[in-house]
């Protein structure tokens, strides 16, 4: 069998939108439509400059391993960012000004613990737009150093990551920011939606670079669970293109929130 294991800085996440939990027999396409996929292939088709990660062959471990092939989807560069994050967050917001759900010079905001608000405030910037990033009290200095040398206003909220949304919500609806966020809620599901499938873009890349998906070539992709976006976009887009091929989330056994899930039902 040959395993491809994708991660960029780290990499990826799945969840219960694309059926994660669903009985064996039952078959889904993913998240996203054909036009959904279509939307992001011209976005990035008319941004040449925004150019693909190298996927890095691992012929000594696969050999060591016992396996056909192994790769790595290198994502320490991603538009001179340190993660994949900047997919979801430059498809995101330039997609909303495109649709007239955010103008420029509006505030963008959103709560993080790295590498997604710095991608927010990158992204932001860009856009013209200030950016406004909570944090936990006790984020990395360095994080959060990395985030305010993106131009963004970096907020410390006495708390936890959760404590830092409860805080950027209220903010936002006080002053009518535009909340940029990875994870859903009850009635917020555009905005994460749109950052997903930015994400899927990384999977086109690894197609495009010459690395079949299921069927005649990779059988597996190993994905980081994190908050289940990057999962949910490589599990949608191996669901739609390539069902055969299996995706496998890892996740650290002290943030095993997928496994809860799981084990959960929903």
Known sequence: RSFARHYNRWAISVSPPVSAFAPRSTRTHGLFSAADYA??????????ELTATPRRALPGLARDLGLASLAAKDESGRFGLNAFKLLGARFTIETLLAEGGLRRGATVVCASEGNHGRAVARAAREAGCPARVYM??????????????????????????????RVLQKDADAHGWTIVSDTAWPGYERIPFLIMLGY?????????????????????????????????????WCAFHTPRCKVISVEPTDAACLKASAEAGH
Do not use: K, N
Not at 39 to 48: G, L, N
Not at 208 to 215: K, L, P, T
């Open 200 to 236: 899927t873009r990384m999977m086109d890349e690894i197609r495009d670079q010459g690395s079949a998906i299921g069927d005649q070539g990779f059988d597996a992709v190993f994905v980081q669970g994190g908050v289940g976006g990057l999962l949910c976009a490589v599990a949608s």
């Open 136 to 165: 936990a009290h006790d984020a990395a200095p360095a994080r959060a150093t990395a985030i305010a040398g993106e131009g963004a206003e970096v907020i410390r909220v006495d708390g936890s990551y959760d404590d830092a949304v």
């Open 39 to 48: 939307q992001m292939r011209a976005f990035f088709a008319a941004r040449p």
